[in-house]
């Protein structure tokens, strides 16, 4: 089974700053004959359904502000938030779709001001 | 607009079971790969299920395989997961998801407001 490893667990930053996450996978997720990384990052607020932010490690998704970034390839991925504001308060979660049937999400980290 | 809206979720005993349903609008829900992911109070998220949008093939965590069953209503363009012998560790709000397109190969764009199921004596 693919293992998703987020870090850190939690994180406080400062209204404007940067917000930067990491999300380690226990194998590539980059399929050599796209160049594809199976990648997606999700932002679940405080009593509602996730909310797709980045897929293909680094496309966003629709309508998401562009202060949402994802990079990385392989295993290592990151997901950046250049300029916090207060409605990004929530939990974040990676997930690999590269080996189905068994997506696999990261343990979340939960984002603060 | 597109949406989904789980309902069937509530208070089962041990052993039970339950049939959560899934209501897609503003989309052909057999058209796309769809999935149902649990989460536990206070927990993270757990893929349960998912039906393929391009072959109908079903798919399933080990943690759940032999007691739960997913399908789909083309004419009611409505996704159900079936749980059998429910226990204690499967209570969870349990979500509905559309993927992105129609293959599993990808990401979950749409996600329900979820429903609560709670397995307790």
């Known amino acids: 089974d693919v293992v998703m490893t987020q870090s850190p667990d939690s994180l406080a930053v400062s209204l404007g700053e940067r917000a930067t996450i990491n999300c380690k996978s226990s194998q590539s997720l980059l399929y050599n004959s796209n160049n594809k990384n199976y990648l997606a990052w999700y932002q679940q607020k405080p009593g509602q359904p996730p909310k797709l932010l980045i897929y293909w490690a680094s496309t966003r998704g629709s309508g998401v502000p562009d202060r949402f970034s994802g990079s990385g390839s392989e295993t290592d991925f990151t997901l950046t938030i250049s300029s916090l504001q207060a409605e990004d308060v929530a939990v974040y979660y990676c997930?690999?779709?590269?080996?189905?049937?068994?997506?696999?999400f990261g343990q979340g980290t939960k984002l603060e001001i | 607009e597109v949406h989904l809206l789980e309902s069937g979720g509530g208070l089962v005993q041990p052993g039970g079971s339950l049939r959560l349903s899934c209501a897609a609008s503003?989309?052909?829900?057999?058209?796309?790969?769809m999935s149902w992911v649990r989460q536990a109070p206070g927990k993270g998220l757990e893929w349960v299920s998912s039906?393929?949008?391009?072959?109908?093939?079903?798919y399933y965590a080990d943690s759940v395989k032999g007691r739960l069953t997913i399908s789909r209503d083309h004419s009611k363009n409505t996704l159900y997961l079936q749980l059998n012998t429910l226990r204690a560790d499967d209570t969870a709000v349990y979500y509905c998801?559309?993927?992105?397109?129609?293959?599993?190969?990808?990401?979950?764009?749409?996600w329900g407001q979820g429903t609560l199921v709670t397995v307790s004596s």
């Open positions: 039906i393929s949008g391009t072959n109908n093939a079903t």
């Open positions: 503003g989309f052909t829900s057999s058209s796309y790969t």
């Open positions: 997930q690999q779709y590269y080996t189905i049937p068994l997506y696999t």
């Open positions: 998801a559309k993927g992105r397109l129609s293959s599993p190969y990808d990401a979950f764009a749409l």
